[in-house]
C-alpha cells in the first residue's frame, strides 16, 4: 500500500470519528443537562446551565473579541429586563466580562506591539477622562470610597470597552456588524415596547412597579402607564428608541439594498412610536433636534423636502389642542416654560452653583444620586436631584472636570465632522454620519438628562466611538491603497 493510499484512508477514518464523536457529544452533554434539570433544585439547575453553556461562550469570546463584544451588547440590553426577574449581580457578570476581553486585548497587544490604532485625538480625551475619574479616587472632599468605587465602573471602567472595540473592529465587515446587532437589539425592545402599549405588563413587572411607590409615579402619568420595554425605566427606553431611531433614518439614505432599507424604515416607525408611549420629553425633543443636525451636514435636495414635510406636519401637531395623554405629553416638550419640572431642574442648578464655583476638583464621585443616598446619607447632596448628566459632572468632578468631560464631548464631534467630510467610501461616510448624528443625540440628551451612563446607552456610547475612529483609519488605508494603485509602476520602481 502507499503513503498516499495510508494518508487517504487515514483522513478518511478522522472523519468518520469527527462524524460519529460530535454528535455523540450533543447527545452525552443533552442527557446531562437533563440530568442536571431533573434531579437538582430549580436554582442549582440554572446555574448548571448557566456555567455550562456560558463558559463555552465567555472562551469564544475571549479568542475572537468582536463577537464578546456583541455578546457584552445583548446583555447590557436585557441586563434591566432579567433584574425585574431575579436578584443575581448581573452588572457584575458584565464587569468581569469587560475585565476578560481587556486581558485579551492586552495579550494581542503584547503579541503585535502594534498600538498605532490607539493614536487619535479621542484616544487621547478618552485617557484624559479616564485619568481624572481615577484621580478622583484622592479627592480630600470626598464623603464615601466605596461611592467613588461604584460610580467609576460607569464613568470610567467603560472606557476600556473603547480601547478593546478599536482593536478587536479592524474591518467593515466587523462594524457593520455590531451595528446591525445594535439596530436589532434595538428592533426587540422597540417591539416589546409595543407588546406593553397593547397587551400590558406581565405579572413581574407589574410586582416590580408596585414594590416602589415612586417608581409607580414615574411611571403611572396622565391616567395611563408609561411602557419601559426592556430597561429600567421610561426615560431611558425613550433616549434609547430616539437616537437609533435618528441613526435608523441616516442609514436609510445610505448605500444598501431595497429591503434593508425596508427594514429600517420598519425599526424607524417602531422606535418612534415606542418613544412617544414612553412618554419622556428628553428624546422628544432630541429626535427632530438630530434631524435638523443630519440635514446640516448632509443637505440634499430630496432629504431637504421630506425634512420640510415632516417639521410642518410635526409643527401643525404640536400646535393642534387634544385630549390624548400621548399626544399631550409629546406637545408638552416644546413648552418647557409650561413645565413645572423644568423650573424645578432650574431652581436646583441655581441653587447648587456656588458650591461648584467654589470646589473646583467637586465633591466626589458618587455622592449624589443613589450611590449618594447608599453610602453618604448625611451629607446634603445625597438627595439632591441633579438630573442632568452634566450638572452632576459639575458637582461630583469640579468645573475642571466639567471642562475636561465637554473637551471630550467637543473633540468626538470635531473629529466625526471632519471625517466625516474627508472620507471617500461611500459605506464609511454614511455610517461616519449615523454615529455623529447618534453622538449629537446624547450630547443633547445629557443636559437635561443623565443619558450616557445608563445601560445600554454606556456600551452602545463608546462602541460607536471606536467605531467612528476606526472608519475613519480604514478609509485612509483604503485611500494610500488606491493612490498606490494608481502610480505608475515606473514611478514606484
Request: net charge positive; with cysteine.
Amino acid at each position: 500500500m502507499s503513503m498516499l493510499t495510508r494518508n487517504s484512508n487515514y483522513e478518511h477514518e478522522i472523519h468518520v470519528l469527527k462524524r460519529v464523536l460530535g454528535p455523540l457529544a450533543l447527545l452525552v452533554g443533552a442527557a446531562i443537562l437533563g440530568a442536571a434539570v431533573g434531579f437538582l433544585e430549580w436554582k442549582i439547575a440554572i446555574l448548571f446551565l448557566v456555567v455550562l453553556t456560558g463558559l463555552p461562550v465567555l472562551a469564544f469570546g475571549f479568542v475572537r473579541l468582536d463577537y464578546g463584544i456583541i455578546l457584552m451588547l445583548t446583555i447590557g440590553f436585557f441586563i434591566e429586563f432579567f433584574r425585574k426577574y431575579s436578584d443575581a449581580p448581573l452588572g457584575v457578570a458584565l464587569d468581569g466580562l469587560l475585565v476578560v476581553f481587556a486581558v485579551s486585548m492586552l495579550a494581542g497587544l503584547a503579541k503585535s506591539k502594534d498600538f498605532s490604532m490607539f493614536k487619535h485625538p479621542v484616544s487621547y480625551m478618552v485617557l484624559a477622562w479616564m485619568y481624572y475619574c481615577m484621580f478622583e479616587f484622592f479627592n480630600p472632599w470626598t464623603v464615601s470610597r466605596m461611592a467613588w468605587l461604584f460610580t467609576v465602573r460607569s464613568l470610567a471602567g467603560l472606557l476600556f470597552l473603547y480601547f478593546i472595540a478599536v482593536y478587536a473592529l479592524d474591518s467593515v465587515k466587523k462594524i457593520k456588524l455590531v451595528i446591525k446587532v445594535i439596530l436589532a437589539l434595538g428592533v426587540v425592545a422597540a417591539a416589546y415596547g409595543l407588546n406593553q402599549e397593547f397587551n400590558g405588563f406581565s405579572q413581574a413587572e407589574l410586582a416590580w412597579l408596585y414594590s416602589d411607590e415612586k417608581r409607580f409615579q414615574l411611571i403611572f402619568q396622565w391616567s395611563r402607564m408609561r411602557v419601559f420595554s426592556l430597561f429600567a425605566e421610561p426615560t431611558t427606553c425613550g433616549i434609547v428608541m430616539g437616537y437609533l431611531a435618528a441613526m435608523c433614518t441616516v442609514l436609510i439614505v445610505g448605500p444598501y439594498k431595497l429591503w434593508q432599507k425596508a427594514l429600517l424604515g420598519i425599526g424607524l416607525l417602531s422606535m418612534i412610536a415606542v418613544m412617544g408611549y414612553a412618554g419622556s420629553r428628553t428624546p422628544i425633543a432630541m429626535f427632530p433636534a438630530s434631524l435638523a443636525f443630519f440635514v446640516l451636514l448632509y443637505p440634499k435636495k430630496h432629504i431637504l423636502v421630506i425634512s420640510m414635510v415632516f417639521f410642518t406636519f410635526g409643527s401643525l401637531a404640536m400646535m393642534k389642542s387634544t385630549g390624548n395623554p400621548v399626544l399631550h405629553r409629546i406637545q408638552s416638550a416644546f413648552k418647557p416654560g409650561a413645565d413645572a419640572s423644568m423650573q424645578v431642574r432650574f431652581d436646583n442648578q441655581k441653587m447648587v452653583q456656588p458650591f461648584i464655583r467654589k470646589m473646583p476638583i467637586g465633591s466626589g464621585l458618587g455622592t449624589t444620586g443613589d450611590w449618594g443616598r447608599r453610602f453618604a446619607p448625611g451629607f446634603w447632596l445625597a438627595n439632591f436631584a441633579h438630573d442632568s448628566g452634566l450638572v452632576r459632572i459639575a458637582v461630583e468632578a469640579g468645573w475642571i472636570g466639567l471642562i475636561i468631560y465637554i473637551l471630550f464631548l467637543f473633540t468626538i464631534m470635531v473629529t466625526g465632522i471632519r471625517q466625516f467630510f474627508r472620507v471617500k467610501d461611500p459605506v464609511i461616510k454614511n455610517l461616519t454620519l449615523a454615529i455623529v448624528v447618534v453622538m449629537f443625540c446624547l450630547m443633547v440628551a445629557s443636559y437635561p438628562q443623565e443619558a450616557i451612563p445608563m445601560l445600554p446607552t454606556s456600551l452602545v456610547f463608546y462602541l460607536l466611538l471606536a467605531c467612528m475612529v476606526r472608519l475613519g483609519k480604514l478609509d485612509e488605508q483604503q485611500q494610500e491603497t488606491a493612490a498606490i494603485e494608481e502610480t505608475p509602476k515606473h514611478e514606484l520602481a
